[in-house]
């Protein structure tokens, strides 16, 4: 046993990880070496068109950055009965008059109250220029599920499909235009409460959120939804979506700017305000008589409503800035650019490659072979990516944030999992892994830094495949999933495959330039930084 006891530790001590300088007091500096030397290769390329249904939020809009140029951002949504096989009125045949019908999206928002007056500041509102957005009736049907997998998987609907719902149209059923729109911050009054008795109306008000409130047509909903009670068409929400299939807002401009906001479909809705006379009962069902024995007729006032609870989804038309567009056309893959470009939405994304080519062609690159072989213990790895302000125009237009992903195998890296401030907000949320933007004093970008400590660990430790790395803007980082490309673009190019992209992007409508790995700035060029201590 004694022997056995020396073996093991003789063998146990082979390994021992010595820290470098661990003996000098208090200089951190020294704790860990660092190797920068390693290859990186970076380019850009554009984005085939993205799938933009099964997806939290939607857009409606004009957005120009001055950078990337003008993307206009259009919707289009079923409308689902939230009460099925309605019956309006009490079932006595009695009028029913529509009052109003009012189309409700309401903006992300901020509020205080101070006594009893609420404030609000909006949210995911971007842009102060005025558009004119149109309603129109879709006759579109959009499904659920995909004929072509035995209605088995979703229906998947894309970025470009623009023209193929506007084709369908019924161009005579125009629900509304409005005309030079801006986005305002006034919550809206209604009537919460009205009652009418012995002739005398009470009124009780209350105030909803900002968001577009806006009537629409009173005798298009009155033959479209009231005049069909008893109908099969509104029998059930199956019926329904074939009988009334969508709304597409449609957005213009007279300049090359506009506005744009992000909402949550989900609590969007068109509602019809109705009311019908009704004799009053008692408690036995009598009626109840006035003072000269005739029966008293009460008003009553109701309401339906339609939600955006359907298959929604947005359409894109990107005009991409000629200078944005040539810089990204032919992009060099072996060698990396000068520089790199990111924009969100129907977008553009920046492919990155780490530790250079595999010569001896045996399924690793050299680079990674080396590291491995030196058993290195890495205390810090990261990306350090510079903001190129000259082709940029700056400030509010750049994005707070940049997220990465795995191409190959369309997941997060595994320093996303192991992030501390994962419960933190959205914009503080996984900033350990993927930091938010460094601004100087101007308040103009400097630089994002993407932290992939746990990532390099595994490939030179734990011998992880080394993946394409996907760096594009972000929205919400706590937004997880992926949403799928309409094709694989042109593998002839010898470009990476890319097959989805991160669902938080594609709400994302923001893009920057960024300082490449072939760029002639020495003091801003990529690379890829490994903080390690060596073992003894």
């Known amino acids: 046993m004694a022997i056995l006891f020396f073996i093991i530790s003789i063998v146990s001590c082979q390994e021992d990880f010595n820290t470098i300088g661990g003996d000098i007091v208090a200089n951190d500096s020294l704790l860990s070496q660092l190797d920068n030397s390693q290859t990186v290769v970076a380019y850009s390329r554009k984005l085939a068109p993205v799938q933009t249904n099964i997806i939290p939020v939607s857009q409606l809009g004009i957005y120009n950055d001055g950078t990337f140029g003008k993307s206009t951002v259009n919707y289009i949504t079923q409308l689902l009965m939230n009460v099925p096989n309605p019956v309006f009125g009490d079932s006595l045949g009695q009028e029913i008059i529509l009052d109003s019908v009012m189309l409700y999206i309401p903006y992300f928002n901020n509020n205080t109250t101070e006594e009893s007056i609420t404030t609000y500041t909006l949210d995911s509102v971007f842009g102060t220029e005025p558009i004119n957005i149109s309603l129109y009736e879709s006759n579109y049907f959009l499904r659920d599920l995909d004929p072509n997998s035995n209605f088995q998987d979703p ?58 409130r806006v009537p629409l047509s009173n005798n298009y909903f009155q033959e479209k939804i009231l005049d069909k009670e008893g109908d099969p ?14 709304i597409y807002f449609k957005v213009t401009s007279n300049t090359d700017n506009g506005n744009l906001f992000i909402f949550n479909p989900q609590l969007a809705s068109i509602t019809l305000y109705y009311k019908f006379l009704r004799a009053r009962e008692d408690s036995s069902g009598n009626p109840v008589l ?35 567009a040539s810089a990204i056309a032919s992009p060099n893959v072996s060698e990396g650019e000068e520089n790199l470009y990111v924009r969100g939405g129907d977008g553009i994304i920046t492919v990155i490659n780490l530790f250079g080519e595999d010569l001896d062609q045996n399924g690793v690159s050299d680079e990674l072979e080396v590291l491995r072989d030196k058993d290195w213990l890495i205390n810090d790895a990261n990306l350090k990516f510079y903001i190129d302000q000259s082709k940029i125009v700056g400030g509010k ?62 490939l030179i430790n734990k011998d992880s495949t080394n993946v394409s790395i996907g760096l594009i803007t972000t929205q919400n980082v706590l937004l997880n999933g992926f949403q799928k490309l309409d094709t694989i673009l042109d593998p002839n190019q010898n470009l990476q495959t890319i097959k989805t992209v991160q669902r938080s992007s594609v709400i994302s409508h923001e893009g920057t330039v960024l300082f490449g790995n072939n760029t002639l700035d020495e003091d801003k060029k990529l690379i890829l930084e490994i903080y390690y201590t060596e073992p003894n």
Not at 233 to 246: A, I, P
């Open 233 to 246: 068409f509104l029998s059930n929400n199956n019926n329904f979506k074939d009988y009334f299939r969508g």
């Open 155 to 212: 229906q998947y609907y894309y970025s470009n499909q623009g023209p193929i719902f506007e084709n369908n149209l019924l161009q005579n059923d125009l629900f509304l235009e409005m005309e030079d729109f801006v986005p305002s911050n006034e919550g809206h009054v209604i009537i919460s409460n009205e009652t009418a008795e012995d002739g005398l109306v009470t009124i009780d008000t209350t105030t909803i959120p900002p968001g577009i």
């Open 290 to 324: 006035d003072d000269d024995g005739v029966a008293i007729i009460d008003t009553i006032f109701e309401e339906y409503i339609l939600s955006f609870a359907g298959v929604n989804l947005n359409v894109f038309d990107n005009e991409l800035s000629p200078e944005v």
């Open 397 to 458: 237009t750049e994005p707070e944030r940049l997220t990465v992903y795995n191409i190959n195998n369309n997941t997060v890296l595994a320093d996303y999992f192991l992030d501390p401030t994962s419960g933190d907000e959205p914009n503080n949320a996984i900033s350990n892994h993927m930091g938010r933007i460094e601004r100087n004093s101007d308040d103009l970008g400097v630089s994002y830094e993407i932290n992939l400590t746990h990532h390099i660990s595994n």
